[in-house]
C-alpha cells in the first residue's frame, strides 16, 4: 500500500472520529496535537485503527510526536511497518 493511500485512510478515519465537517482543514504537515486534532484520548483510537486496518503492530512506545504528529508522519511510520517485513515492496 502506497502512502498516499495510506494517509487517505488516515485522514477519513480522523475526520469520522472527530468534530471535524471534512479533511481539507487536515494538512499533511499540520501538528494534529497542537491544532487539537487529536488529543490522547483520539491517539490511542487511531492507533487501534492502524492496527486493525493495517494489520501492523504498534507498541504505546512509538507513539510519539515524530511517528504520529502529523498525517505525513503517520503515514510514513504505518508504511515503515507495512514495508519493513516485505523486501518485494516498493518503499517508496
Do not use: W
Amino acid at each position: 500500500m502506497e502512502r498516499d493511500q495510506i494517509a487517505a485512510k488516515i485522514r477519513s478515519f480522523i475526520v469520522e472520529h472527530s468534530n471535524l465537517e471534512d479533511d481539507s482543514v487536515i494538512g499533511d504537515d499540520m501538528n494534529l496535537f497542537e491544532a487539537g486534532v487529536l488529543d490522547s484520548l483520539a491517539a490511542v483510537s487511531l492507533l487501534g485503527f492502524c492496527a486493525t486496518d493495517f494489520g501492523c503492530a504498534i507498541d504505546m512506545s512509538e507513539l510519539s510526536e515524530e511517528n504520529f504528529g502529523s498525517l505525513r508522519a503517520i503515514a510514513a511510520f504505518i508504511h515503515g511497518k507495512l514495508t519493513a517485513g516485505s523486501p518485494s515492496q516498493d518503499r517508496s
